[in-house]
């Protein structure tokens, strides 16, 4: 079974920065695409940001120039480096992969709470 584990959440002030890692097991990680999304209280999950197994990233028009998502293979790991928080940032934020359709696998998630 897939695991991933967030960690890295937190309480920051408008403005500050947080940094998500997820780790991730029983995978060939570094073959795999893998997901930020995160959800607001009594919204739909959405998606944050994408690294393919090519390090090529996508971003939520929301985050963009805000966030930045990396990996290191060599330690199954995906991280989101966010700056220049916002109070709408307030959300739980779940690492995810897909390993193919109607595969999608979750972490329990991480609270980040941005206070303005």
């Known amino acids: 079974q897939v695991q991933l584990v967030e960690s890295g959440g937190g309480l920051v002030q408008a403005g500050g920065s947080l940094r998500l890692s997820c780790a991730a097991s029983?995978?060939?990680?570094?073959?795999?695409?893998m997901d930020w999304y995160r959800q607001a209280s009594g919204k739909q999950r959405e998606l944050v940001a994408t690294i393919s197994s090519g390090s090529r990233t996508n971003y939520a028009d929301s985050v963009k120039g805000r966030f930045t998502i990396s990996r290191d293979n060599a330690k199954n790991t995906v991280y989101l480096q966010m700056n220049s928080l916002k109070a709408e940032d307030t959300a739980v934020y779940y690492c995810?992969?897909?390993?193919?359709?109607?595969?999608?696998?979750w972490g329990q998630g991480t609270q980040v709470t941005v206070s303005s």
């Open positions: 995810s992969v897909q390993l193919y359709p109607g595969s999608r696998f």
């Open positions: 029983r995978i060939i990680f570094s073959l795999n695409a």
